[in-house]
């Protein structure tokens, strides 16, 4: 990639985190907010009447699944409204001029949205510490799990932000199936807890993997195998950068 | 002079089955002023995107600067900026920051010094600081203008720069295209008023329905459409028009109550005051006069029968 490329890159992606100064308190201080709330509800209300979770304190069983609930929604919020203001401004016309390519665009775009997931990320690992010990077995792991998770989301992100025609297109897919899935992806709950038939069409949510995934990060244990946790990554990865590249080989809902 | 951009059978049909160019073949001079003039919805915006890369031509081919633009489009788009109809912009973003964001997209290295010479350029140095929104609609032009030119373009698109302006801005806008011309950018605008192709280009091509109908210098065009009619209502009637008037070839209009006379606004004479003198000394008495241009539908009009005939 030459120089001319990297600058391109790097206009994009300093564009977009100035975006995300410009709302820099709400974007820290909400997932602050958010988890404390969690851990006084579940982990302190609920959490001190449950037993353990495979062995693990229902309130740090919850913190891999917090963390992954809120980069979901982060990741995908993030992405889909890089792409989608300037489709409603108009100003996209100045990205389809100039002398970028597809790939170029996608590395800026997805990279800053899954910067700001990550960010985020961490910020609810830090919060989750005040209030419970949250041991990780496999820490680079667990990091890299959160870049993958991060860039997945932000190019499903980025995906619905080229399809969605209006604003309430942008949103219908993250609140009505990526949250819940979320929620019945064993994000507050091991899926060995539900009865038959329900655990095995939960094995059918792809979401139950991702988490399973992260979880096993912090305890080495999950609720299935973590290769099929990785294999689901990867899957996702594939399907998005297939989808986006059809989207830019033939200018779909970008150009005329 | 070199052409910059060379169009050849350019084509383009929507997937709703509109035609919107019909095989258009243009060169463009380096260096010059073209004027793109057509009614609403001829194709200039349609021809202009293609050429930018914003949207895609359905056959033919377009170099810019001598780069392909879709083959090559690095080294086309690089040599292009553009200045869309609409007024798109990141409002909440500073003038400042948003041209030193196209320069970078561009992939040109920072230069502080360029961008301000830029601003200044285009008066917008002071303010610099200031939200986009914060400014009026003439200044948000001048926005776009800035971001246009930051990365030093060869070729500088103008679509309907003075659409939906005041006069007075109108010609502002027309003399700063004329200060940009001294830097030596070629330019292309859109436009769908005379005046402005008058004022300001050097060739002028017509364009119409998708279809180029002919490119010519200025000066030869405005010969053809600076056409009026001048009407003479009569304060009594007269059944024929009487020889003397012979060398105006004037004609004889409601009823014998008006005399309409063509007349070539470019001309040394136009030939008015001679006639109404002329009147005066046959004793033809009349009660109003007015002249009218030929608009814009009426001359592609007869622009087209012109096509046909030749």
Redesign the interface.
């Known amino acids: 990639m030459s120089l001319q490329n990297l600058r391109a890159i790097a206009a994009i992606y300093t564009f977009e985190l100035h975006r995300f100064r410009r709302t820099l308190l709400t974007g820290l201080l909400v997932p602050v907010i958010t988890t404390s709330l969690y851990f006084v509800v579940f982990g302190g209300a609920i959490g001190s009447r449950m037993t353990e979770i495979d062995g693990i304190p229902y309130a740090a069983f919850i913190v891999p699944g917090l963390i992954m609930m809120s980069m979901f929604t982060e990741s995908i919020f993030n992405a889909s409204f890089g792409i989608y203001m300037p489709k409603f401004t108009g100003t996209i016309y100045e990205l389809l001029s100039a002398p970028v390519s597809a790939t170029e665009t996608i590395i800026a775009y997805v990279g800053a949205a899954a910067t700001k997931s990550l960010i985020v990320g961490s910020i609810i690992f830090a919060t989750a510490h005040l209030f419970v010990d949250v041991p990780v077995a496999h820490p680079v792991a667990m990091a890299a799990f959160m870049v993958l998770i991060a860039v997945s989301f932000c190019l499903f992100g980025f995906i619905l932000g080229i399809w969605a025609q209006s604003f309430e297109q942008l949103q219908v897919i993250p609140l009505l199936l990526i949250m819940p899935m979320t929620f019945l992806g064993g994000a507050f709950y091991s899926v060995h807890m539900l009865a038959e038939p329900w655990r095995t069409i939960t094995l059918f949510n792809p979401i139950v993997y991702l988490i399973s995934g992260f979880r096993w990060t912090f305890f080495g244990q999950g609720d299935v195998a973590i290769e099929y946790s990785l294999l689901f990554v990867a899957g996702m990865l594939a399907v998005c950068l297939g989808v986006i590249g059809w989207m830019f080989r033939t200018g779909y809902r970008l150009k005329k | 002079m070199a052409s910059i951009i060379q169009v050849t059978g350019l084509t383009k049909r ?1 997937a709703s089955g509109f035609e919107a160019l019909k095989g258009v073949d243009l060169a463009i001079q380096e260096g010059e002023i073209f004027a793109l003039l057509g009614p609403n919805g001829a194709g200039k915006t349609t021809m202009i ?1 293609i050429i ?5 031509p359905t056959g033919g081919s377009v170099t810019v600067a001598g780069h392909d633009i879709l083959r090559d ?6 040599a ?1 900026g ?1 200045v ?1 109809q ?1 007024l ?5 973003e500073r003038v400042i ?1 948003t041209v030193t ?9 920072r230069n502080d010094a360029y961008v301000e010479k830029v601003l200044r350029d285009l008066s917008l140095w002071d303010k610099r600081h200031n939200k986009i929104l914060e400014l009026s609609g003439g200044m948000k032009r001048r926005v776009m203008i800035a ?1 246009a030119l930051s990365h030093e373009p060869r070729v500088l698109f103008l679509d309907e720069p003075t659409a939906g302006v005041d006069v007075e801005l109108r010609r502002d806008m027309w003399k700063l295209i004329g200060e940009l011309r001294q830097t030596g950018v070629t330019i292309i605008l859109t436009t769908h008023y005379i005046e402005e192709a008058e004022e300001m280009a050097d060739r002028v091509g017509v364009i119409t329905k998708g279809e180029l109908l002919l490119v010519e210098e200025k000066t030869a065009l405005m010969k053809k459409l600076g056409k009026k009619t001048l009407t003479i209502v009569l304060a009594d009637p007269i059944q024929t028009i009487p020889d003397a008037l012979a060398e105006w070839n004037v004609t004889l209009h409601a009823d014998g109550n008006e005399i309409e006379y063509i007349f070539d606004t470019q001309a040394e004479r136009t030939g008015v005051s001679s006639l109404l003198r002329r009147l005066g000394d046959l004793g033809i008495g009349y009660k109003d006069l007015n002249t009218r241009q030929s608009s814009l539908e009426d001359i592609f009009v007869s622009l087209v029968h012109q096509e046909k005939a030749a």
Do not use: H, M, N, V
């Open positions: 929507y995107s930018c890369g914003i949207a895609r489009y690095r080294g086309a788009r690089s292009i553009l869309p609409e798109s912009t990141d409002q909440f920051d964001f196209s320069r970078g997209l561009f992939g040109k290295p971001k």
